[in-house]
C-alpha cells in the first residue's frame, strides 16, 4: 500500500483541533477588533520578485516555489523555472498589500491578518512547514506608540489565551550591528555573527564561540566571548547603557538614541498597563527577519524553550515596493506553539462537534420523521444532528458521549395525536418521555437561547 501520509512536516487537522484553533482565533480576534485593528488577507501565492530580498537569511531560503505553467514554461526554460511562490511569512504580503491598495486606506492603518504560511523548514516540536500566524501591524506612525500598542495587544490576547507566565524581551535590531563594527567587524562578520548571537539562549555562549570559529579570527572571538559574557543574565529592566559593559561605554555615543528609544517604550508601557507587562532588556535578542530596522521583541513562556510571538519595526520594508519610506511596526503570534503549549498542558478543552443534540430513531422507516424533528430543533437554534437507525440504541449513545453530543432525543413513529419522545443526557445519564415544549426548555438554555 502506498503511503497515505500526509507531506512531511505538515498535518491533517482532526475535527477537535479545528475547533480549538477556531476558538483560540476567536479569542485573538475579539481581543485585536477592541484596538480597532481591522482584518485583511492577501493571496496564498506572491510573484517570486516581491518575496525575494525582503527577509533574507532561512526564510527566503526555505520558500516553497510554483514553477511556471504550459507554454511559458516551455518558453523560459533556459531562464528561472518560478516566477511565484507561497508566502512565508504575512509581514511582506502586507507590504505589498499596502503599496496596492494605499489609495484605499486610512493615513494611519491598523490591521490583524490570521492565516497559513509556508517553509520548507525542518520539522521539530512546535514547528511545521506549513502553519498559521496571527499579524497585528500599524501602518503610518514614527512614534512609539505602535510598538507600545502592539505589545499591549498581544500580551492581553496571549493572556484571554489563559497563557499567563510570560515576559517580553525587548532589544533594537541596530543594536548589535553597532557593537559588533567597534569590535573591527566587517559587515559580512557582523551578518554572520548576529545569526550566531541569536542562538545564545539555545546553545550558550561557548556554542556561539564555536560556530563563530567559522568566520571570526581569534582577537574578535575574544572579543565577542567578553561582551558574550558582559551581557549574559544581566537583563535590566530600566533598558541602561549599563547591561551591556564596556561596549556600551565604548559605543555610548551611537546606542544612546536607540537605548532612549526602548526606555520610552518601556515607561509608556508601565504607565498604559492594567496588569503589569514583564518587559525585560534582552541585547542577545536578533529576530530572524532581515526586514526589521528598529526596536524588535518576542514574548516567551517560562515553562517551554521557544517563543509565542515575535515582531519589531520595519520602516523600510514598504518602501521596497512604493519607492517612499512608511513607517510600520508589528507583532506576530505563532500559532501552533500557541496549540503546542496549551495541549501539552492539558488546558485546552475538547471539542468534537458544535451539535448540542443527537436525534436517535428507535424504529425502521421513521426517517423523515427525525428529519423533520431536527429541522425544528436547528429552527429554534439548536445544533442537531441525526443518527441513522439501528436496532442497537446503545450504539446511537456511544457516538454522542465520543462526540460529546449532551443530548439525545430519541423519536418513534407518530401514535394518534402526538409524537412519542424521549430526552436523554449523556452526561448525567437521565432519561425520561418528554413532550416538544419540555425538550426546548432543556436544550435552548445549553446553547445561550433564552
Not at 503511503?3 to 475535527?15: E, F, H, K, S, Y
Not at 491578518?113 to 500599524?138: I, K, L, N, S, T
Not at 524553550?305 to 508589528?330: H, K, N, Q, T, W
Not at 444532528?385 to 413513529?413: C, D, M, N, S
Request: glycine share 10%; proline share 5%; with cysteine.
Amino acid at each position: 500500500m502506498s503511503d497515505v501520509n500526509p507531506p512531511t512536516g505538515m498535518r491533517d487537522v482532526l475535527p477537535e483541533d479545528y475547533f480549538l484553533r477556531d476558538s483560540l482565533i476567536a479569542v485573538i480576534r475579539r481581543v485585536y477588533e477592541s484596538y480597532g485593528y481591522v482584518p485583511v488577507d492577501t493571496p496564498v501565492a506572491e510573484r517570486l520578485e516581491y518575496l525575494t530580498g525582503k527577509a533574507g537569511g532561512e526564510a527566503e531560503q526555505l520558500m516553497f516555489k510554483i514553477l511556471k505553467r504550459g507554454a511559458r514554461l516551455e518558453r523560459d526554460t533556459e531562464g528561472e523555472l518560478a516566477d511565484m511562490a507561497l508566502r512565508y511569512d504575512l509581514t511582506v504580503s502586507l507590504c505589498r498589500f499596502y503599496a496596492t491598495n494605499r489609495h484605499l486606506l486610512p493615513r494611519l492603518f491598523r490591521r490583524y491578518h490570521v492565516a497559513p504560511v509556508w517553509r520548507a523548514d525542518r520539522p521539530q516540536r512546535g514547528r511545521f512547514r506549513e502553519f498559521y500566524q496571527c499579524d497585528v501591524d500599524v501602518i503610518g506612525e514614527k512614534g512609539t506608540l505602535p510598538e507600545c500598542e502592539v505589545i499591549l495587544a498581544t500580551v492581553e490576547a496571549i493572556r484571554a489565551l489563559g497563557l499567563g507566565d510570560h515576559f517580553v524581551k525587548i532589544s533594537d535590531r541596530r543594536l548589535l550591528p553597532i557593537v559588533f563594527t567597534s569590535m573591527g567587524f566587517s559587515d559580512q562578520e557582523v551578518r554572520k555573527a548576529m545569526v550566531s548571537v541569536d542562538k545564545l539562549d539555545k546553545i550558550g555562549v561557548q556554542g556561539v564561540l564555536t560556530e563563530s570559529e567559522g568566520y571570526l579570527a581569534e582577537d574578535k572571538r575574544a572579543s565577542l566571548e567578553r561582551f558574550l559574557s558582559d551581557i549574559t543574565g544581566r537583563e535590566d529592566l530600566e533598558l541602561s547603557v549599563g547591561a551591556l559593559g564596556e561596549w556600551g561605554q565604548r559605543c555610548s555615543g551611537e546606542l544612546e538614541p536607540l537605548l532612549q528609544n526602548l526606555r520610552t517604550i518601556s515607561r509608556v508601557i508601565r504607565e498604559a498597563q492594567g496588569e503589569p507587562v514583564a518587559l525585560t532588556f534582552w541585547p542577545s535578542l536578533v529576530r530572524g527577519m532581515a526586514y526589521y530596522d528598529g526596536p524588535i521583541f518576542e514574548i516567551w513562556n517560562r515553562e517551554h524553550p521557544f517563543s509565542l510571538a515575535g515582531g519589531g519595526r520595519y520602516d523600510g520594508l514598504i518602501g521596497v515596493f512604493l519607492g517612499e519610506e512608511v513607517p510600520a511596526c508589528g507583532f506576530s503570534i505563532g500559532f501552533e506553539r500557541i496549540l503546542t503549549v496549551m495541549k501539552e498542558r492539558g488546558t485546552a478543552a475538547v471539542r468534537r462537534t458544535k451539535v448540542h443534540a443527537l436525534v436517535a430513531l428507535r424504529e425502521e422507516g421513521i426517517e423523515g420523521v427525525g428529519l423533520c424533528l431536527a429541522r425544528q430543533l436547528r429552527a429554534a437554534g439548536v445544533a442537531t444532528e441525526v443518527y441513522p437507525y439501528t436496532p442497537k440504541i446503545k450504539r446511537q449513545f456511544e457516538h454522542a458521549e465520543r462526540l460529546g453530543i449532551p443530548w439525545v432525543v430519541l423519536v418513534g413513529k407518530p401514535e394518534g395525536a402526538g409524537q412519542e419522545l424521549e430526552l436523554a443526557n449523556t452526561i448525567d445519564r437521565s432519561r425520561a418521555k418528554a413532550s416538544w415544549e419540555s425538550i426546548l426548555s432543556s436544550l435552548r438554555p445549553t446553547v445561550g437561547i433564552k
